[in-house]
């Protein structure tokens, strides 16, 4: 079963930093492009961020929100991609999910979602 | 960036009825749309890729259509079971979008 786990939320003060965790099994992590998507409580869905897979570079994309802020990164030895967050701002608070492409029988196709993660809440204040 | 703005905001509905959900693009995405669900207190959960072809597991009555920029989801014989929150994407273009969603609310 494919499954995405991610942790290292909590509540951080304006200006600070949190790195969050997303950890994958069931599925080839190494040749998977990994996205984080957040969600501010009572609102939508704000795509936030990619990295892809070794074979791309572990190259990286962001939204134009947290752009300079936020890093992702990847260690394919431990399944795992990160989220570095900071200059966090109170806009920054929402729960965060990490996501994969979207893959049935042998075919996967880039940039549709699914499974996602049960999402890790980043709270903003002060 | 692709905005996309989805109507109507809420929906409520009897069991047995059908829902019809709209997504409409500021451009064109030729048929590179998505529709997930989110139940409450849950992820999302991709339903329709590619505009309209159902992901697996996904039920028979929920089916998606159109193309360029305007987009349905349509949800025949409603259950309980679909109170949620139903959100359109795009993979047209970078950055990557989402529309504001729909509450389908069940009477």
């Known amino acids: 079963e494919v499954q995405l786990v991610e942790s290292g939320g909590g509540l951080v003060q304006p200006g600070g930093s949190l790195k969050l965790s997303c950890a994958a099994s069931?599925?080839?992590?190494?040749?998977?492009?990994i996205h984080w998507v957040r969600q501010a409580s009572g609102k939508g869905l704000e795509w936030v961020g990619r990295?892809?897979?070794?074979?791309?570079?572990?190259?990286?994309e962001y939204a134009a929100s947290v752009k300079g802020r936020f890093t992702i990164s990847r260690d394919d030895s431990k399944n795992t991609a990160y989220l570095q967050m900071n200059s966090l701002k109170t806009e920054d608070t929402a729960f965060y999910y990490c996501?994969?492409?979207?893959?049935?029988?042998?075919?996967?196709?880039?940039?549709?979602?699914?499974?996602w993660g049960q999402g890790t809440l980043v709270t903003v204040s002060s | 960036e692709i905005v996309l703005t989805q109507s109507p905001a809420t929906l409520s509905l009897s069991p047995g009825e059908r829902a019809t959900l709209s997504c409409r693009a500021s451009?064109?995405?030729?048929?590179?749309l998505a529709w997930y669900q989110q139940k409450p207190g849950q992820a999302p959960r991709l339903l329709i890729y590619?505009?309209?072809n159902r992901a697996t597991g996904i039920p028979a009555r929920f089916s998606g259509s159109g193309s360029g920029t305007d987009f349905t989801l349509t949800i025949s014989g409603l259950e309980p079971e679909d109170l949620a929150v139903y959100y359109c994407?795009?993979?047209?273009?970078?950055?990557?979008?989402f529309g504001g969603g729909t509450k389908l609310e069940i009477k």
């Open positions: 994407q795009q993979r047209s273009n970078w950055p990557l979008t």
């Open positions: 990295i892809r897979s070794k074979a791309y570079s572990y190259a990286t």
């Open positions: 069931g599925f080839t992590f190494s040749g998977s492009a």
């Open positions: 451009q064109s995405v030729s048929s590179y």
């Open positions: 590619d505009a309209s």
């Open positions: 996501t994969r492409r979207y893959c049935f029988g042998t075919s996967c196709i880039e940039d549709w979602f699914d499974p």
